[in-house]
T-cell receptor, first 113, second 112 residues
């Protein structure tokens, strides 16, 4: 089945640690996105990538980093510089055509302990 | 500055009622307006989407009404069911495979 796989589903991080969230898609989509979801805040864009080896900052990129070495993969690293990382993180992809459906993964819930 | 404003924040309706969720946008370059449905602990899934060349679109029990001059669009759910209880997000984007901009969401509860 085609889709987007995010792992892990739950992640616990100690303060001061970097953690990496995985996002893999087998939809052959060109563009991939990372959003952060907090209660009552909607989905806020962290980073996005429209082609391999290229990515752009979103609205809340500070404290995060990404890479896009393969079309299928777009991992997100939450660094120790992110002051409030506890949130639900969602990865999405679109085919690369004009304004078509964005497909989302099932999310990773990150908690700082 | 919030580009897409969504209201209400939460909504409770009786089974069979017609909840209406409203969104307003600011950027006139937006030309794609989807609605997403999200259940707890899951990723959002596309429900229905509209482009500004039409004023209304229906898919099953879900209808989008679009008012280009007012820069507003809304979601209507006909004959709502308890299974429709979820969080609904409106979004907007402009041509060129640009990222979606989301509203803050509406938590809908349909009670029997």
């Amino acid at each position: 089945d085609g889709g987007i796989t995010q792992s892990p589903k739950y992640l616990f991080r100690k303060e001061g640690q970097n953690v990496t969230l995985s996002c893999e898609q087998n939809l052959n989509h060109d563009a991939m996105y990372w959003y952060r979801q907090d209660p009552g805040q909607g989905l806020r864009l962290i980073y996005y990538s429209q082609i391999v080896n290229d990515f752009q900052k979103g609205d809340i990129a500070e404290g995060y980093s990404v890479s896009r070495e393969k079309k299928e993969s777009f991992p997100l690293t939450v660094t120790s510089a992110q002051k409030n990382p506890t949130a639900f993180y969602l990865c999405a992809s679109t085919p690369g055509q004009i304004n078509t459906e964005a497909f989302f993964g099932q999310g990773t819930r990150l908690t700082v302990v | 500055q919030q580009q897409v404003k969504q209201s209400p924040q939460s909504l409770i309706v009786q089974k069979g009622g017609i909840p209406i969720i409203n969104c307003a946008y600011e950027n006139t370059a937006f030309d794609y307006f989807p609605w997403y449905q999200q259940f707890p602990g899951k990723g959002p899934a596309l429900l229905i989407a509209i482009r500004p060349d039409v004023s209304e679109k229906k898919e099953g029990r879900f209808t989008i009404s679009f008012n280009k001059s007012a820069k507003q669009f809304s979601l209507h759910i006909m004959d709502s069911q308890p299974g429709d209880s979820a969080t609904y997000f409106c979004a907007a984007s402009r041509s060129g495979n640009t990222p979606l901009v989301f509203g803050k969401g509406t938590r809908l509860s349909v009670i029997a």
